[in-house]
């Protein structure tokens, strides 16, 4: 992909990982915790599908994201370990919601949580991006 085409496209994924945060606070205020927490996620996946382009790595599975991420970003020290430990948490989350009918539903506390991790999660690959070049 074109250094053009390819700095599109990670702006699409990190305004959709926006969105999605944007969308979460909405959530929250009406006490939909399923939701926000699986909006969460999608948050982390975005961003984390935006940072692996820059590397030229392009996954669509949610497991290969995760493991691409440990892989190229927290392994290396590119990224600090506990945002791998964020994602893996929020990932664990959300296939418990969407697949599970006897996963533990997240309350308050959870929810509020994992969005909170995202949204660090979130600004901690913007800063990688934007000290790499890719975002101003």
């Known amino acids: 992909m074109e250094l053009y085409a390819k700095l599109a496209v990670i702006r699409v994924r990190?305004?959709?990982?926006h969105q999605d945060l944007d969308a979460i606070r909405d959530l929250l205020k009406v006490s939909r915790w399923r939701g926000a927490v699986i909006f969460a996620y999608y948050a982390m996946f975005d961003a984390a599908s935006a940072a692996l382009l820059?590397?030229?790595?392009?996954r669509t599975k949610h497991s290969a994201v995760q493991a691409?991420?440990?892989?190229?970003?927290?392994?290396p020290g590119l990224i600090e370990v506990e945002y791998g430990q964020l994602y893996r948490t929020a990932r664990e989350w959300r296939k418990d919601q969407d697949y599970?009918?006897?996963?533990?539903?997240?309350?308050?506390?959870?929810?509020?949580?994992?969005?909170?991790?995202?949204?660090?999660?979130v600004a901690r690959l913007e800063r990688y991006l934007r000290e790499a070049g890719a975002i101003e």
């Open 100 to 121: 599970s009918d006897v996963a533990a539903q997240p309350d308050e506390s959870t929810a509020t949580h994992i969005v909170n991790d995202a949204e660090r999660f």
């Open 14 to 17: 990190l305004s959709k990982a």
């Open 68 to 75: 691409s991420f440990n892989e190229f970003f927290v392994k």
């Open 54 to 58: 820059w590397l030229n790595i392009e």
